[in-house]
């Protein structure tokens, strides 16, 4: 008697937890708003070159929606040469200069990779994937949730907390 009323319980738990999972995929897809601009076409192996790989990282830089305060600089890093590829490395550098310190106190750093096949059709599109300083999940361009601006205010603001902890 026991064993059908337990089994009815875990039934309806794991209704319950599919269905709240359900439901919480769907809000975050919603809130992640993807539009046409993150849905950006990538070059092809061989479209590519370093500037126009800056260049394709500022457009997909753009389509963030980041405060007014913020400012970057993209910075082309180095290649790395691979076995079936060649790896082309970019670094973003974020701040918040003000009028009273336009020289900020820390930056956050999103770094960007571009791998280059040699192996594939030169028809194929290149790889992009890019991580947030101090952060080890990788994020591929188009992704849910691939960006949001209080990761930069966080690294940001744990280098500042840092800096005021240690005493010269």
Not at 19 to 37: G, M, Q
Request: glycine share 2%; aromatic share 14%.
């Amino acid at each position: 008697m026991d064993f059908e009323k337990d089994d009815l319980y875990s039934l309806e738990a794991k209704l319950l937890i599919n269905s709240f999972i359900n439901n919480t995929y769907d809000e975050l897809t919603k809130s992640a708003t993807i539009n046409d601009k993150d849905k950006l076409n990538w070059m092809t192996i061989d479209e590519f070159s370093i500037d126009r790989g800056k260049a394709k990282i500022k457009e997909f830089i753009s389509t963030w929606k980041v405060s007014c305060n913020f400012l970057y600089c993209i910075f082309f890093i180095g290649e790395d040469q691979k076995k079936y590829s060649k790896r082309f490395r970019y670094k973003v550098q974020w701040s918040i200069p003000t009028c009273k310190k336009p020289i900020p106190r820390a930056t956050a750093s999103v770094y960007f990779t571009i791998d280059v096949s040699t192996v594939k059709p030169k028809s194929f599109p290149v790889n992009v994937y890019f991580v947030f300083e101090t952060n080890r999940l990788v994020h591929r361009p188009g992704d849910p949730l691939s960006f949001c601006e209080k990761w930069l205010n966080d690294i940001i603001e744990s280098k500042v907390l840092l800096m005021d902890a240690i005493k010269f």
